[in-house]
């Protein structure tokens, strides 16, 4: 096992993204990236690594919390193939990661990796899982029903970056 750390430092070697900064927990990572993309970083134990970031902000309204959700959750199951990360709620105030307790419920993507993962490798699940969270981003913050053909190239977008 691997201390967070040294994927860290290897995610910013091979990224040369500036602003990687811990969090108010301790080894809890967190950046921001352009189109709203702000992945977390942390472990979970000592046996795994967690990405996540959040999709959108739950709306409050019953009707439109449960319509947003049951759109989410037929998607995840009909995706769950071609996209490995999960679609999950954070209720306000129980944040999986230290430190970064929402005061609003959202939908969450998240990927978990072993500790024990070579730094290599463990940079290609961050490009995969960016790909993942960047397509549900953009998915699930649009109109039901509505079509972008920028949908189409967003996942080559986020591999295009040299990481």
């Known amino acids: 096992m691997q201390s967070i750390d040294k994927y860290i430092s290897a995610l910013y070697q091979a990224t040369g993204w500036l602003g990687l900064q811990k969090s108010v927990a301790p080894k809890v990572w967190s950046i921001d990236l352009e189109d709203g993309l702000k992945p977390t970083?942390?472990?979970l134990g000592?046996?795994?690594i967690i990405m996540r970031g959040v999709v959108l902000t739950l709306p409050s309204a019953l009707p439109e919390r449960e319509a947003?959700?049951?759109r989410a959750a037929k998607m995840q199951v009909?995706?769950?193939r071609e996209r490995?990360?999960?679609l999950a709620l954070e209720n306000a105030g129980e944040s999986m990661a230290q430190g970064l307790n929402l005061d609003q419920d959202v939908l969450i993507c998240f990927r978990r990796v072993s500790s024990?993962?070579?730094t290599a490798a463990f940079v290609n699940e961050v490009q995969d899982?960016?790909?993942?969270?960047g397509w549900w981003m953009q998915t699930l913050n649009q109109e039901e029903g509505q079509s972008d053909v920028s949908n189409l190239?967003?996942?080559a977008m986020i591999a295009g970056l040299k990481i």
């Not at 899982?129 to 969270?133: K, R």
Request: glycine fraction near 4%; aromatic fraction near 24%; charge should be negative.
């Open 116 to 118: 024990n993962i070579e």
């Open 68 to 70: 947003v959700i049951g």
């Open 41 to 43: 970083f942390f472990t």
């Open 78 to 80: 009909a995706i769950r």
């Open 153 to 155: 190239f967003h996942t």
């Open 129 to 133: 899982w960016l790909n993942d969270y």
């Open 84 to 86: 490995p990360s999960i």
């Open 46 to 48: 000592d046996a795994y």
